[in-house]
């Protein structure tokens, strides 16, 4: 990821992803659903990465569908940066 201000990065990511979402929703783009999900994912992984190989590689991985993550996540610990997601090391572990 850019080495860049994590909240301004989320505030592009939202935005992008809203003006998409609204553009589609007052039929300002022509095309379907899931071709216009797979443009701004692409769109917010190429903007996110820190350079083009690593965009390339995010890219290239399988998509896994968000409900399968989901059920993934509930069984298994997922970490990012040594704790579980969901946790706050200082805090202690995050009930449910």
């Not at 216009?36 to 965009?55: D, H, M, P, Q, Y």
């Not at 989901?70 to 995050?94: D, F, I, K, Y």
Request: charge should be positive; include cysteine; proline fraction near 6%.
């Amino acid at each position: 990821m850019r080495d860049e201000d994590p909240r301004l990065l989320a505030y592009g990511v939202v935005g992008t992803v809203g003006y998409y979402g609204h553009f589609h929703r007052t039929g300002r783009m022509p095309i379907g659903q899931d071709e216009l999900a797979a443009f701004v994912g692409r769109f917010v992984v190429c903007s996110l990465a820190s350079n083009e190989k690593i965009a390339r590689l995010a890219l290239a991985a399988p998509a896994v569908p968000a409900w399968a993550w989901r059920s993934a996540s509930r069984t298994r610990a997922c970490t990012v940066g040594g704790s579980r997601r969901g946790e706050n090391p200082a805090a202690g572990p995050a009930s449910g």
